[in-house]
């Protein structure tokens, strides 16, 4: 079979792997047929980052956590790359009993059992049972499992009942194809901290984040914020905001500063920069009791926070990976029953046959797509 392997900076290419079969009675085999790039896996992409990440680790410029996730020199290629897709399912084991062939479902990127006591805490990508170091987890190379990467032509899921969410009944699956991850990480940025603060005022700091920033804009104003303040450098975002209702505040690109912002203070910030600078900034900008959600990469071992600020504020910092399996299903059916326009952040809607080139594309959100088997 075919997977899309990133073999270099701006090389990807098509390489043949062999085709996953069942190992287990629980396992499943997807076929998917829309794929999302991620956010964070334009750094790689666009960029040789992997030796100088390396030495980075090496000289403790960069946390070596890094290593744990994406191996000690980070990115190297080949190796399978994306962990967003809906996928149609085409085998499942004898003991699968939620699922049937010809189901269109969504892969969480990380790789989760659903019965180990972090899964039952709803932290699915800390799984006891799936990892073996810091993440088991679709696309992000070996050391994070055995599991290729998503654009590809068959998946092997374990777990199948547990893991794979199907859609709702007339969802479009091009509407929810970061579902996966950049969907849903934006859901919990702002869904439950909406819901304990009502028609609260949002700030999203985007830039790195490219496409979290505007889901997040996005479901701010469709979950009642009373404001929604989106801001960026890059004029395609701008709109897409705008599109959304938010309110967008251009800045210029580079270094972020508290003045740049507006002068209101916000209950909710999201944080999507991957800056030191913008995690102090979005700190700074909140009301008291208000929380504040990184969703970026953080690098350098020692990012500062002001914590004496937070501590006369009343502030909160929420950041970690993303637990995307728990928030599915509330996800999709808010999507399916308000016609949420998440597909207004894809900028760039490629054939799947085209994916070595379209991924290189320097775009806000690309996604790739083909016919599944049931409509052929």
Avoid at 15 to 37: K, S
Avoid at 49 to 72: E, K, W
Avoid at 325 to 352: C, S
């Amino acid at each position: 079979m075919r997977e899309l392997q990133l073999v270099r900076a701006r090389h990807l290419e098509w390489r043949e792997r062999p085709d996953p079969v069942l190992r287990g009675p629980r396992d499943a085999i997807v076929r998917p047929f829309v794929a999302g790039r991620c956010d964070g896996d334009t750094l790689p992409i666009h960029r040789h980052v992997s030796r100088a990440m390396q030495l980075g680790i090496r000289t403790g410029l960069i946390d070596p956590v890094v290593a744990s996730i994406c191996g000690d020199v980070p990115f190297q290629g080949p190796f399978g790359i994306g962990h967003e897709c809906i996928a149609e399912v085409i085998e499942i084991g004898a003991e699968v009993t939620g699922l049937a062939r010809g189901d269109f479902v969504v892969v969480p990127w990380a790789v989760s059992c659903g019965e180990c006591r972090e899964c039952e805490r709803g932290l699915t990508a800390k799984c006891a049972t799936t990892r073996t170091g810091t993440l088991a987890a679709f696309g992000f190379g070996p050391a994070s499992g055995p599991w290729g990467g998503m654009v590809a032509d068959r998946l092997r899921i374990p777990y199948a009942d547990h893991m794979l969410v199907r859609l709702p009944a007339g969802l479009d699956p091009l509407r929810v194809a970061a579902a996966s991850d950049n969907l849903a990480d934006a859901w919990r940025c702002i869904v439950g901290p909406l819901a304990e603060r009502p028609g609260g005022s949002v700030l999203v700091l985007a830039g790195a984040a490219q496409s979290i920033g505007l889901y997040a804009a996005g479901l701010a104003v469709a979950h009642g914020a009373e404001v929604v303040d989106y801001v960026d450098h890059r004029t395609e975002r701008l709109a897409i905001a705008e599109k959304l209702g938010a309110r967008a505040h251009p800045v210029k690109k580079g270094k972020l500063r508290r003045a740049d912002l507006p002068s209101r203070r916000y209950d909710i910030v999201v944080e999507g920069t991957s800056t030191a600078t913008g995690v102090d900034a979005g700190l700074r900008a909140l009301q008291p009791g208000g929380i504040c959600t990184p969703v970026g990469y953080y690098l350098p071992p020692g990012t500062k926070v002001p914590l004496m600020h937070m501590y006369a504020n009343d502030a909160t910092l929420k950041i970690g990976v993303s637990h995307v399996r728990p928030i599915l299903p509330d996800l999709l059916d808010f999507v399916a029953h308000t016609n949420f326009p998440a597909e207004n952040v894809t900028t760039l809607l490629a054939d799947w046959d085209d994916a070595p080139d379209a991924y290189r594309a320097h775009t806000t959100k690309l996604v790739l797509h083909r016919q599944p088997l049931g409509t052929n």
